[in-house]
């Protein structure tokens, strides 16, 4: 690729596009070619985000009186310029997080529709009326704004996510400050420019970039933050939330390790794919990504050769050259972490089957490319079978019973999403009712969640307290008031 001028970009803070107040940035690079310098982006301060939610607050009181009509108006008008540009935000979100261009152009198109969504169902998103025994009163909820809300987010899904937090937050008539994850400023920037330019008026959204060390305290601590939003590593999660005042509401979606079990009567090669598709899209950089295999003994040989040679033809590259499946890890932190992992899983005595290492080639020197990986002979209490990896490893386990399948799939702190590989409806059905998953798959890869539909995690991958994406995802950024009115 021809290397251009690097262009700054900034941040927006009271509908002004503004720089960090100690004039320092950082570079958003892209993780397929590190030459390759994606853009430059301010290195927000502990004051730019006091000012930040200074704003939020001031725009308040007239954003939660514009109607409603108004909101889903500008939201529509936002989901259309996304839809216009899909081909340049992908490619800049390929570039930018490293994700193949298939997925990206999926993830943009994605986001335009939870704003449409949104705009729809926050139309119809009201209080209820209650009987009462007194004739001559009505009693009925009314649901309120919070206030200013706090959407910060990770770097995987780095703009459907904020969509499906900013979104609902704005529709309810919330004020938000939005701090994006340091790896993918410029998608989450081509997000905020496309509500500024629907009509979004100043103040209503802000956008502060830099590290969550500076701009994470005010965020998570000033008076006026009425609620947070956060997705991203329960170690963060864990670290606002213990920060948090009694009053701030909160809304975790964190870390996972999915497993998918494969009963005797399962397709193998359905389990292979689901695996494969699971485990490796994305590089296996999923909060929902499968990271477990949970397979009956019987068919754990003709699993296990049949994934290798699959992953063993997997073509590792670039995301922007269309024939490529797999792109690069994220950052360097994420391929030296998973690098980690794949020692440790060996030094563990679990045996690696195939990948791990960075491929041979020129291409693979410039970025953080991994070839995907698969343990077998994984004991249920190593670190490769317990801690979040979020690479392209696979660990696969061999039971002899559904029950022990049961017990190995639930034994770890995490309970995002799980599947099942079965044609017996009964083995399906309890699976759903004993698996400790926020969200349960049957014949289905353990990714994958509708917009329309509640997602949210269980155990340590969620505080639980609020489900995020389909009408419910509405209910965190209102409060109810009750009325009982007399005539
Ligand atoms: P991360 O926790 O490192 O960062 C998430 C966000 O928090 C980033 O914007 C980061 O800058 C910010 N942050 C970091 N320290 C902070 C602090 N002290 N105060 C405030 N903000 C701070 O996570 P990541 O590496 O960006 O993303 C990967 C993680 O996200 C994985 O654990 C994955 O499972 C999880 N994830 C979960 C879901 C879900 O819906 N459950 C979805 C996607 C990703």
């Known amino acids: 690729m021809l290397k251009t001028e690097v262009k700054t970009f900034s941040m927006l803070i009271d509908g002004q596009w503004t720089e960090s107040s100690n004039g320092k940035t950082f570079d958003s690079v892209n993780p397929a070619d590190i030459t390759d310098v994606v853009g430059r982006f301010p290195a927000g301060t502990t004051e730019d985000a006091i000012r930040a939610i200074r704003a939020a607050e001031a725009a308040f009181e007239s954003w939660s009186n514009t109607a409603p009509s108004k909101r889903a108006e500008i939201l529509k008008k936002a989901a259309s310029l996304l839809e216009n540009r899909v081909e340049q935000y992908a490619e800049e979100l390929t570039r930018e997080e490293g994700k193949i261009i298939f997925l990206a152009r999926a993830e943009i198109k994605r986001s335009a529709a939870t704003f449409r969504f949104y705009a729809e169902e926050g139309l119809s998103f009201g209080g209820e009326t209650y009987p009462v025994d007194d004739a001559n009163s009505v009693v009925y909820s009314i649901r309120e704004p919070l206030g200013v809300v706090s959407?910060?987010?990770?770097?995987?899904?780095?703009?459907?996510?904020?969509?499906?937090?900013?979104?609902?937050?704005?529709?309810?008539?919330?004020?938000?400050?939005?701090?994006?994850?340091?790896?993918?400023?410029?998608?989450?920037?081509?997000?905020?420019?496309?509500?500024?330019?629907?009509?979004?008026?100043?103040?209503?959204?802000?956008?502060?970039?830099?590290?969550?060390?500076?701009?994470?305290?005010?965020?998570?601590?000033?008076?006026?933050?009425?609620?947070?939003?956060?997705?991203?590593?329960?170690e963060t999660g864990r670290a606002i939330q213990n920060k948090v005042s009694l009053t701030t509401r909160t809304?975790?979606?964190?870390?996972?390790?999915?497993?998918?079990?494969?009963?005797?009567?399962?397709?193998?090669?359905?389990?292979?794919?689901?695996?494969?598709?699971?485990?490796?899209?994305?590089?296996?950089?999923?909060?929902?990504?499968?990271?477990?295999?949970?397979?009956?003994?019987?068919k754990a040989d003709e699993f296990v050769s049949k994934l290798v040679e699959k992953t063993k033809q997997l073509k590792i590259g670039n995301g922007l050259d269309?024939?490529?499946?797999?792109?690069?890890?994220?950052?360097?932190?994420?391929?030296?972490?998973?690098?980690?992992?794949?020692?440790?899983?060996?030094?563990?005595?679990?045996?690696?089957?195939?990948?791990?290492?960075?491929?041979?080639?020129?291409?693979?020197?410039?970025?953080?490319?991994?070839?995907?990986?698969?343990?077998?002979?994984?004991?249920?209490?190593?670190?490769?079978?317990?801690?979040?990896?979020?690479?392209?490893?696979?660990?696969?386990?061999?039971?002899?019973?559904?029950?022990?399948?049961?017990?190995?799939?639930?034994?770890?702190?995490?309970?995002l999403s799980a599947s099942i590989v079965t044609k017996d409806i009964a083995t399906a059905s309890r699976?759903?009712?004993?698996?400790?998953?926020?969200?349960?798959?049957?014949?289905?890869?353990?990714?994958?969640?509708?917009?329309?539909?509640?997602?949210?995690g269980l155990k340590n991958s969620s505080t639980s307290t609020f489900r995020e994406s389909g009408r419910v995802g509405l209910e965190f950024f209102t409060q109810i008031k009750m009325v009982y009115l007399g005539y």
């Not at 601590?221 to 991203?232: E, L, M, Q, S």
């Not at 004991?379 to 017990?407: K, W, Y």
């Not at 009712?433 to 917009?451: A, E, F, Y």
């Open 251 to 298: 809304q975790m979606e964190l870390g996972g390790k999915n497993p998918i079990i494969v009963m005797e009567d399962g397709d193998i090669d359905l389990a292979v794919n689901l695996t494969i598709k699971g485990g490796f899209d994305l590089s296996g950089q999923a909060c929902t990504g499968t990271s477990r295999v949970i397979v009956m003994r019987a």
């Open 431 to 456: 699976f759903a009712k004993r698996i400790q998953s926020g969200t349960v798959k049957v014949n289905r890869t353990t990714t994958g969640n509708l917009i329309n539909a509640p997602f949210g």
């Open 151 to 234: 959407v910060i987010t990770p770097w995987n899904f780095p703009i459907s996510i904020p969509s499906r937090k900013i979104a609902p937050a704005l529709i309810t008539g919330n004020t938000v400050v939005f701090k994006p994850a340091s790896e993918t400023p410029l998608i989450a920037l081509r997000l905020v420019e496309a509500l500024v330019e629907a009509g979004l008026p100043a103040g209503v959204l802000n956008f502060v970039t830099g590290s969550g060390s500076q701009l994470g305290d005010p965020l998570a601590t000033d008076p006026a933050i009425k609620a947070i939003t956060f997705t991203g590593s329960t």
């Open 322 to 415: 269309e024939s490529v499946e797999v792109g690069p890890l994220a950052n360097e932190r994420q391929f030296k972490t998973v690098s980690e992992y794949v020692r440790i899983g060996q030094e563990e005595g679990a045996k690696l089957q195939i990948g791990g290492m960075r491929p041979e080639g020129e291409l693979y020197e410039k970025g953080y490319y991994l070839q995907p990986a698969v343990f077998t002979d994984v004991a249920p209490n190593m670190r490769i079978a317990q801690e979040e990896i979020f690479g392209p490893v696979i660990s696969v386990l061999t039971v002899d019973s559904f029950e022990e399948a049961i017990r190995v799939a639930n034994d770890v702190e995490y309970g």
